[in-house]
């Protein structure tokens, strides 16, 4: 009997047990989407879950969660959307000639061509493009329009700030594009800061946290199942951003976790937790989030 190191893979060793896993998961969601019967086994799962965590008095509680997961969803679909782009997603202002463009694009592997559809009937607008980085193909969104940027991309990013230092070069393009500058020549030289626009403290007690951070972890977020030895296998949930100390600080605070961050020698803030709670708590957390991952992601997680 193989040993089980935590929850999340005791939902996994029974997802691989059910009759119908015969197939190749990846292929069967980007061609047709959840099938019922996948349905079904995350429902029984998510009851299963809920039920183990009211049994367990072990659990470590997570910070803030039952105040600021109540939240009903409503329009925090957007905050959801500047979670995503604040992980994957660009703001550029380029030069053509004497001439200047204005871009707002979020670009993600392939296998989240659904979700890339997704944004672009939420938005209703933009142009989705393909393209192969090295080996990789990957599926981009772009919105280029100035007024579609106006009326409909400034205000989502206006009522929901990013967290990171991302939100200057945010500032930086909506002054330059609501100012009508249209010339390379009159648009004014920028270096973003590397002092934080936030701290810990206010990330985590912002309203629209919780709904943020699910569509962080579907940009910058890993869910995973590796053989530790021959008998043995571990789930492992890791979360990185460059330059993102403060933002990854915060996840690890709001999530309870005590793994210290790693940066790497491209100043890659990185959190990875495989213990027992703090799996545990990542699965409250996306139970309980007043939004549920929509991309490839999701099938990450269920799995």
Same mark, same amino acid.
């Given at each position: 009997?193989?040993?089980?190191?935590?929850?999340?893979?005791?939902?996994?060793?029974?997802v691989l047990q059910a009759p119908f896993i015969n197939f190749n998961f990846s292929l069967i969601f980007f061609k047709v989407g959840i099938t019922k019967n996948e349905v079904g086994v995350s429902t029984l799962l998510v009851r299963e879950k809920r039920a183990e965590g009211r049994k367990s008095a072990g659990v470590r509680s997570i910070s803030t969660f039952e105040s600021s997961q109540r939240l009903h969803a409503g329009d925090l679909t957007q905050a959801y959307l500047v979670g995503l782009f604040?992980?994957?997603?660009f703001l550029s202002i380029s030069k053509k000639g004497k001439y200047l463009t204005y871009e707002l694009g979020i670009e993600l592997s392939i296998r989240d061509v659904k979700l890339i559809y997704k944004l672009k009937r939420l938005?209703?607008?933009?142009?989705?493009?393909?393209?192969?980085?090295?080996?990789i193909e990957m599926v981009t969104l772009r919105i280029r329009d100035k007024d579609h940027l106006k009326k409909i991309i400034l205000p989502i990013f206006d009522k929901y700030p990013m967290f990171s230092n991302k939100q200057s070069d945010y500032l930086r393009f909506r002054d330059a594009l609501l100012s009508g500058i249209i010339y390379s020549a009159d648009l004014p030289e920028y270096s973003r800061s590397n002092e934080p626009l936030?701290?810990?403290? =206010? /990330?985590i &007690?912002?309203?629209? !946290?919780?709904?943020?951070?699910?569509?962080?972890?579907e940009a910058e977020g890993c869910f995973s199942?590796?053989?530790?030895?021959?008998?043995?296998?571990?789930?492992?949930?890791d979360i990185s951003q460059t330059s993102g100390e403060i933002i990854i600080s915060a996840i690890r605070k709001y999530l309870s976790f005590t793994t210290t961050i790693y940066l790497d020698k491209t100043n890659c803030y990185k959190l990875k937790?495989?213990?027992?709670? =703090? /799996?545990? &708590?990542?699965?409250? !957390?996306?139970?309980?989030?007043?939004?549920?991952?929509?991309?490839?992601?999701?099938?990450?997680?269920?799995?």
């Open positions: 009997m193989l040993k089980v190191k935590n929850k999340l893979m005791f939902y996994f060793f029974q604040e992980g994957d997603g938005l209703g607008v933009g142009v989705v493009s393909f393209r192969k980085r090295d080996t936030n701290t810990v403290d =206010s /990330i &007690n912002t309203f629209y !946290f919780p709904a943020w951070l699910v569509g962080f972890i199942v590796y053989k530790q030895r021959e008998d043995s296998f571990v789930a492992s949930f937790v495989t213990s027992a709670r =703090s /799996i545990e &708590n990542v699965i409250k !957390f996306l139970d309980r989030a007043p939004l549920k991952l929509l991309g490839n992601k999701k099938l990450q997680y269920l799995l």
